[in-house]
């Protein structure tokens, strides 16, 4: 059975999302999307950091050269922690206002590739019922260049590269099906995509990680577990966790063989105790990791 450990007992996130573990400075960073904030913690010292904001916030990734990339409802924008200036980037979505920030991460390239949804959260944090598939993937160059993808997407889940970076993989939670792609890491080209997985009965496809042997880590909301996914797309093993719903996750630690797991307090019940903490679970096996944004 899998040790569940909690390693910030007293932290509740309402949409905890996005987690990258940075390697330079040994600090996980990750977002509170409902509660407009992005949080860093450093485990070895247990010191954390919070950061609020005035917009939804779905992704946090530091920059090459200094600072974060955020990834705001509407918009991208620079983040000093020093002086907590903002400064706006692009808005790679700026055609589609129905819409709002979701997945995001940055490909060994560091280029920062940005999903979006239609907003399903209300001012006060409420839910909104989705009612259309007009979310986008967009590749943002360091210089700003926006590259679309793909439209027509449900709800943007999970982006990772495989580790040779002949392979891209994005998911669609509405369409519960994560795609494999062709990739030339060159150019930042994504292309012919193909169905890799899609499981039914375990709730929705969101975040996930890669390790070094190529196995796919998902988080599935709705149904308290992980799923782990082998090079095939086919199911290797199922991790029961203590909250409803896990949204994503990232490996990290001194031997980066901690997967550390996002969740959400929101839309649960309360009854168990952990629903929005951050999880963490010791696998033995390495994972891949994450990059700065290079622009």
Request: proline share 5%.
């Amino acid at each position: 059975m899998t040790q569940i450990n909690t390693p910030l007992p007293d932290l509740r996130c309402q949409l905890g999302e996005g987690p990258f573990w940075d390697q330079s400075n040994a600090t996980l960073y990750w977002v509170d999307i409902i509660g407009k904030a992005a949080f860093g913690w450093h485990p070895a010292s247990n010191h954390l950091q919070t950061w609020q904001f005035d917009k939804l916030i779905s992704a946090i990734v530091p920059r090459t050269q200094g600072g974060f990339l955020l990834a705001l409802h509407d918009e991208l924008a620079f983040f000093d922690p020093a002086s907590e200036k903002l400064t706006a980037f692009v808005a790679p979505d700026k055609d589609h206002v129905q819409n709002r920030s979701n997945e995001a991460r940055v490909d060994p390239m560091g280029r920062f590739w940005h999903g979006t949804m239609q907003n399903n959260i209300g001012p006060n944090g409420e839910d909104v019922a989705i009612t259309g598939h007009s979310g986008t993937l967009n590749r943002v160059d360091a210089d700003g260049t926006v590259t679309r993808f793909a439209a027509n997407v449900g709800i943007t889940n999970t982006l990772l590269w495989s580790a040779d970076g002949t392979k891209m993989f994005f998911g669609d939670t509405l369409a519960n099906r994560m795609d494999v792609y062709d990739f030339d890491m060159k150019t930042g080209t994504a292309s012919n995509p193909r169905l890799f997985c899609s499981v039914e009965g375990r709730g929705g496809m969101d975040g996930s990680a890669m390790d070094c042997d190529g196995y796919i880590w998902n988080a599935r909301y709705g149904a308290s577990c992980l799923i782990r996914f082998d090079p095939t797309g086919e199911v290797d093993r199922i991790i029961d966790l203590p909250v409803t719903n896990p949204t994503s996750c990232v490996f990290g630690g001194p031997d980066m063989t901690t997967l550390f797991i996002t969740s959400a307090a929101a839309g649960t019940s309360g009854e168990r105790p952990l629903e929005g903490a951050v999880l963490s679970i010791e696998t033995g096996i390495a994972g891949a990791p994450c990059h700065a944004f290079a622009g």
